[in-house]
Nanobody, 118 residues
């Protein structure tokens, strides 16, 4: 079992930046994908960005060029740097850790609110 703890959400003005962090309770081994999802009221949860152990990353089109996903060398923490934030980025952001093939190995953070408003 893995516990994920998020931090870094908050209120920011349009055009501002925030950095989210997700800390895992143990080392993350090969064949896992680390990701960030978001969900706003009335919408389904969507994948925002994901990164593999080899640092291959992908992003939803709406955040390309503005958000950057990264992980640190301890293999226990990953981040979402969010720049040029827009009101439509407002959502609860969840970090996620899932195995590439073993679908029951799928873990979620508790969620952190990001609000972009003037």
């Amino acid at each position: 079992q893995v516990q994920l703890v998020e931090s870094g959400g908050g209120l920011v003005q349009p055009g501002g930046s925030l950095r989210l962090s997700c800390a895992a309770s143990r080392l993350i081994f090969t064949n896992y994908i680390m990701g960030w999802y978001r969900q706003s009221p009335g919408k389904e949860r969507e994948l925002v960005a994901a990164i593999t152990k080899d640092s291959a990353a992908n992003y939803v089109d709406s955040v390309k060029g503005r958000f950057i996903i990264s992980r640190d060398s301890t293999q226990k923490t990953w981040y979402l740097q969010m720049n040029n934030l827009k009101p439509e980025d407002t959502a609860v952001y969840y970090c996620n850790l899932r195995h590439l093939t073993l679908t029951h190995l799928n873990y979620w953070g508790q969620g952190t609110q990001v609000t972009v408003s003037s």
